[in-house]
């Protein structure tokens, strides 16, 4: 599976688990709500530095948000 649709899917399984629209999320990581929207979708390359982003809205380390099966 594409590295793309597995930040995705962990993106979106995530943003589920808070009970977050999109654009709630996107509030809070001070994203563009189509930008998150497009990386649940897997048609995004996300920076690093959107990942530290995503991460810190969830009020996780980078690890921690890749630390799951999904990545393995």
């Known amino acids: 599976m594409d590295i793309r649709i ?3 899917i962990r993106l ?3 943003r589920n688990e ?3 629209s999109q654009e709630k999320f996107s509030f809070v ?3 563009d709500r189509t930008y998150i929207a497009s990386i649940e979708q ?3 390359n996300v ?3 959107n990942i530290e982003k995503i991460s810190k809205a969830f009020d996780m380390s980078i ?3 890749f ?3 999904l990545f393995k």
């Open 67 to 69: 630390n799951t099966d």
């Open 12 to 14: 979106r399984e995530l």
């Open 42 to 44: 897997g048609k995004r």
């Open 6 to 8: 597995k930040i995705g």
């Open 47 to 49: 920076s690093i530095a």
């Open 63 to 65: 690890y921690e948000f």
């Open 18 to 20: 808070k009970g977050l």
């Open 29 to 31: 990581c001070e994203l």
